[in-house]
T-cell receptor
Framework: AQKVTQVQTEISVVEKEDVTLDCVYE???????LFWYKQPPSGELVFLIR??????QNEISGRYSWNFQKSTSSFNFTITASQVVDSAVYFC??????????????FGRGTQLTVWP | DTAVSQTPKYLVTQMGNDKSIKCEQN?????MYWYKQDSKKFLKIMFS???????INETVPNRFSPKSPDKAHLNLHINSLELGDSAVYFC?????????????????FGPGTRLTVL
């Protein structure tokens, strides 16, 4: 079975603080894909990053960075020097690489991040 | 030049009515999806179509019927609306998604339709 767990339901930080959003996943597949999406207060879902299971290289994009560790089945997301505009719900998601559920995204419950000025 | 668009953005209706939500993508993608986001923000897939063929059909009441007139459009029709149908419905599309799953395949979401059943 596929499962994504985001244990942090809500996080509050003050602007300029660094914050890490945790994501732990479960899958029996050897090939799979992990995603992070952002849902700002306006409600749309914005794609942030995709990581393939065979590529454990961490990634940095501006103030965003992602730490993928297969050994602990984690795909954590860090925002450096947070800003008020980062306030949103962040979702981690998993997609299998094969099988009848091909293409289906399994989402975590999301983490509500609030950045205070 | 919106990639995935949905109409309407808001839909308020009475119990028992029939309503439709439309979705269109201009990305040239082969696969389209419908997801439901409940009041606790949980997102779950409902349907998936690949080139007008139904691929994924989750445990969804028969009152929900997707229709794909062509691969750029996937509409969702809901009969006999119930209070529990109130949610945000998201349409998404991806380049392949099914038979030829690319390692770069990513789902892009529409803006969502907030359905409120009174």
């Amino acid at each position: 079975a596929q499962k994504v767990t985001q244990v942090q339901t809500e996080i509050s930080v003050v602007e300029k603080e660094d914050v890490t959003l945790d994501c732990v996943y479960e899958t029996r597949d050897t090939t799979y894909y992990l995603f992070w999406y952002k849902q700002p207060p306006s409600g749309e879902l914005v794609f942030l990053i995709r990581r393939n299971s065979f590529d454990e290289q961490n990634e940095i994009s501006g103030r965003y960075s992602w730490n993928f560790q297969k050994s602990t089945s984690s795909f954590n997301f860090t925002i450096t020097a947070s800003q008020v505009v980062d306030s949103a719900v962040y979702f981690c998601a998993l997609r299998q690489g094969r099988g009848s559920t091909l293409g289906r995204l399994y989402f975590g419950r999301g983490t509500q991040l609030t950045v205070w000025p | 030049d919106t990639a995935v668009s949905q109409t309407p953005k808001y839909l308020v209706t009475q119990m028992g009515n029939d309503k439709s939500i439309k979705c269109e993508q201009n990305l040239g993608h082969d696969t389209m999806y419908w997801y439901k986001q409940d009041s606790k923000k949980f997102l779950k897939i409902m349907f998936s179509y690949n080139n007008k063929e139904l691929i994924i059909n989750e445990t969804v009441p028969n009152r929900f019927s997707p229709k794909s007139p062509d691969k750029a459009h996937l509409n969702l029709h809901i009969n006999s609306l119930e209070l529990g149908d109130s949610a945000v419905y998201f349409c998404a599309s991806s380049q392949k998604g099914y038979r030829v799953l690319s390692s770069t395949d990513t789902q892009y979401f529409g803006p969502g339709t907030r359905l409120t059943v009174l």
